[in-house]
């Protein structure tokens, strides 16, 4: 009873403020078909449900899979952006958004209800960004179901950075940090959220957002080793190129 008490406290708080902010999810996407819809639907539900103007940007990044017209069927603006660079693909989506408020998400990650309230929420309490713990969607080995909560440990309580999967923001306080850092490959999000800290208080949710545990499905880790090698030995600088990304970028899907 007092959960849901909580949970309705809260929806009147967002609704009360849901003429002044507009909400903006940016989903990146490449060849996310199978997951997409469902990501958009429960976006632009959520907006309904809780009177909270908001949109859903894809910013596609060359997909070859039918998303765009899925993207476009579900509801959501699309913009083809074409740079295969994901910071700079952020980047393009946020700068197409309407919103007072960003929310990246991937477009093989689903977001719930309570944890769009959760972030409003802190947003509305002073936070100017912030992300949320992360599960996986589907079955995964016990190893990865073991890893990802030494992750969300560390990366999340710890360091307090947002996935790359899942964060919000300000769009001032994004702008000012000057978005993601489009020299990057990967792991943007960490600077970004290193950035924002540094602006104002930033917030990691415990509520979560369940993503794809696809890649390491698709890949060994004799194939993620390396690239975690060559991070902790050359550092930032590793992220600043191509080589050895391609299980990033190249797009594969499972069967």
Not at 63 to 86: C, H, M, N
Not at 195 to 212: D, N
Request: overall charge positive; aromatic content about 10%.
């Amino acid at each position: 009873m007092v959960s849901q008490l909580g949970d309705s406290a809260r929806n009147v708080e967002v609704a009360q403020t849901s003429a002044e902010v507009e909400v903006s999810v940016v989903m990146p996407c490449l060849n996310e078909a199978e997951t997409i819809e469902t990501c958009i639907r429960k976006a632009l539900s959520f907006f309904a449900a809780s009177r909270v103007s908001g949109e859903v940007v894809v910013a596609d990044n060359g997909s070859l899979d039918g998303s765009i017209e899925i993207a476009r069927q579900a509801g959501a603006r699309v913009i083809d952006v074409q740079l295969r660079k994901i910071s700079a693909v952020r980047n393009a989506g946020a700068r197409q958004a309407k919103g007072d408020v960003f929310f990246f998400v991937d477009a093989d990650t689903q977001i719930s209800e309570r944890t769009l309230r959760a972030a409003l929420h802190a947003l509305e309490r002073g936070a100017i960004g912030g992300g949320a713990w992360v599960t996986f969607k589907e079955p995964v080995n016990l190893s990865v179901r073991i890893g990802i909560h030494v992750f969300n440990f560390f990366y999340m309580r710890l360091l307090r950075w947002a996935a790359g999967c899942f964060l919000y923001a300000d769009r001032k306080a994004f702008e000012a940090c000057g978005g993601f850092d489009e020299t990057l490959y990967a792991s943007e999000e960490i600077l970004l959220s290193r950035a924002l800290k540094r602006q104002g208080k930033f917030v990691i949710l415990r509520e979560s957002v369940r993503t794809s545990g696809r890649k390491m499905r698709m890949h060994s880790p004799w194939e993620i080793i390396p690239f975690v090698i060559r991070f902790m030995l050359r550092g930032p600088a590793f992220l600043r190129e191509r080589k050895g990304m391609d299980w990033w970028y190249d797009g594969k899907r499972e069967k």
